[in-house]
């Protein structure tokens, strides 16, 4: 060898170094591009080529769109076999800010499948969502000083789930005094309903119900709802 070349350290506010960003720190607080490789094509490479791995943390989906040309490119995206619906994050590194990585507009995900516009010679992480289960609460009865309550979980899966779990935090005194075809226990403000002996296993797209009983003043707290 009678040549070498030693490239220094790229400063933070260089290219290259948001680059690296995309894929270690995209989002500023340590959120990462997956760590299990997907198998990703596109039907142009040298135009809009495309990259995805699922991140083992937390089952997410992320998929890197470099757009190589001098243009705005629009295109479809569809993952088979990945469930995930709802909203998928999207942050994009371009020649309209060269100095931070933009969190854009969120992109609706119907069945691992959505639809983005890509800028000119940029580069876009669209983190796709999990597919899991949803939770909604309706009040039967309320009385002042209690009120019965049913929980309605839904498989938003295309696939059977065998267990679930829905969390919710109360906004003030509320306290569960019974509950049926559940596993559900209070913990200060914070409640935890599990599955029951009987309805843990959920079709895809089906749904099963629960009920409780609390006394306290009717309250619509927010609802997660998690597969086990």
């Not at 933070?12 to 995209?26: L, W």
């Not at 000083?145 to 109360?170: E, K, P, Q, S």
């Amino acid at each position: 060898m009678d040549l070498a070349t030693m490239w220094g350290e790229p400063k933070s506010t260089d290219p290259a170094a948001f680059a690296y960003r995309m894929y270690r720190n995209y989002d500023g607080a340590g959120s990462r591009f997956g760590d299990v490789s997907v198998s990703a094509t596109a039907a142009d490479q040298d135009r809009l080529a495309v990259y995805a791995a699922q991140r083992s943390s937390d089952k997410a989906l992320t998929v890197m769109v470099v757009n190589k040309t001098v243009s705005d490119l629009t295109s479809p995206l569809s993952v088979t076999g990945f469930d995930g619906t709802g909203a998928a994050r999207r942050f994009t590194y371009g020649p309209a800010d060269l100095g931070s990585i933009v969190r854009g507009g969120d992109l609706r995900v119907n069945n691992g499948h959505f639809d983005a516009t890509y800028p000119a010679n940029s580069i876009t992480l669209v983190v796709l969502p999990p597919a899991g289960c949803t939770a909604g609460l309706q009040v039967n009865g309320d009385w002042g000083t209690g009120h019965v309550a049913t929980l309605t979980i839904t498989n938003d899966r295309r696939t059977a789930m065998t267990g679930w779990r829905v969390r919710w935090t109360w906004p003030g005194d509320q306290q569960v005094t019974n509950s049926w075809n559940t596993a559900l226990r209070q913990n200060a403000t914070g409640v935890v309903a599990g599955d029951g002996a009987s309805n843990g296993s959920i079709g895809a797209g089906g749904s099963t119900t629960v009920g409780f009983q609390a006394t306290g003043r009717v309250a619509i707290p927010t609802l997660t709802c998690t597969p086990t």
